[in-house]
């Protein structure tokens, strides 16, 4: 499909005052659509407003906290009156707390699943009326390889993304029918945004991101992509398609591995005071579309992709070895 093609489409993205949805915002902007921006943030989204405006796009900025579902229904509903249609919905908003999960307060941890998972339910459960009037429409979830690949010290938010997952696997078992509608979800790895920066922290000390992070635009391009072209799920990064396919054999063992490597981190990082972030009132610090880490480099990650086919494959045949050898056992016994 052409340029135009994007440029035709009402979009809507929530979480877009800062990281991965800034980003998104202002890379669908170069195509001059029409765009509608929902955050918590007013002053920071009419911000990212006037830069989409410059790029030649449309925009209408509407406050919105996912976590309240009314607020969502009137986010569709101006959205859809704006333009006469809405085209694709981008659930994007999210958030992060840290530390040991009794350590964390359980509204912060509610906190954290009402916007991750409860926010995506909501966007979708506002937007699927109008899509099934129209009888098309594109849904697309930004969920992370987090669905796949559980954060120790992260519970909540673990929890909050292998629900979104399976929330979105449900809901396109029950719109297989609905052959215009599409459900589509992104697993990026981890993105150089301010989230980690914005998150609740109770580990005392600075959160950094694990190694392999990548570029936010590579998640924007993915959505470009998945607009032209519908598909059910993407990958973003080499390293999500590791990750995913070594938990895929090893969730445990993975699990394990990822909790030593946070305990070491805690023990030599700095120290830091106790902070909700940005659960429950928006921030005006780091609100760029970067979190200013060192990302991987594209030659970089082309190496990445050649190690998918070798690290699945040994990881296979240790699968492989290992349900032969147990079998073997059981026969002779």
Request: aromatic letters at 8%; one cysteine or more.
């Amino acid at each position: 499909m052409t340029n135009r093609f994007i440029s035709d489409q009402v979009i809507v993205i929530t979480g877009a005052s800062s990281g991965a949805g800034r980003v998104i915002a202002l890379e669908l902007a170069k195509y001059g659509g029409p765009l509608v921006l929902a955050g918590r943030n007013t002053h920071v989204l009419d911000e990212v407003a006037a830069e989409c405006q410059q790029s030649g796009a449309e925009t209408l900025v509407v406050v919105t906290d996912v976590t309240d579902a009314g607020a969502v229904v009137r986010l569709a509903e101006t959205a859809n009156e704006w333009k006469g249609r809405i085209d694709v919905w981008i659930n994007n908003a999210g958030v992060l707390a840290a530390g040991d999960f009794d350590k964390i307060p359980m509204d912060v941890n509610a906190r954290v699943v009402n916007t991750n998972l409860l926010g995506y339910m909501n966007g979708v459960h506002a937007v699927l009326p109008i899509f099934k009037r129209q009888q098309r429409g594109i849904i697309i979830n930004n969920i992370s390889i987090g669905g796949y690949l559980s954060v120790p010290y992260g519970a909540g938010y673990s929890a909050s993304k292998f629900g979104l997952r399976g929330f979105s696997e449900a809901l396109k078992g029950e719109l297989a029918s609905w052959k215009d509608i599409y459900v589509c979800d992104l697993y990026p790895g981890f993105l150089d945004t301010p989230g980690i920066q914005h998150a609740a922290n109770y580990t005392g000390r600075v959160l950094k991101p694990t190694p392999r992070v990548y570029d936010p635009r590579q998640l924007a391009v993915a959505i470009i992509e998945v607009i032209r072209n519908p598909r059910s799920s993407m990958y973003v990064g080499g390293a999500s398609i590791i990750l995913k396919a070594v938990h895929a054999i090893f969730p445990e063992l993975t699990a394990k591995i990822a909790g030593a490597i946070m305990r070491r981190y805690f023990k030599k990082a700095n120290g830091i005071a106790t902070t909700n972030g940005n659960l429950f009132e928006t921030v005006d610090y780091n609100m760029s579309t970067s979190g200013g880490f060192p990302i991987v480099k594209a030659t970089a990650e082309k190496k990445e992709y050649l190690a998918i086919g070798v690290l699945t494959g040994v990881a296979l045949g240790l699968y492989l070895f290992g349900w032969h050898g147990k079998h073997s056992k059981a026969a002779v016994e």
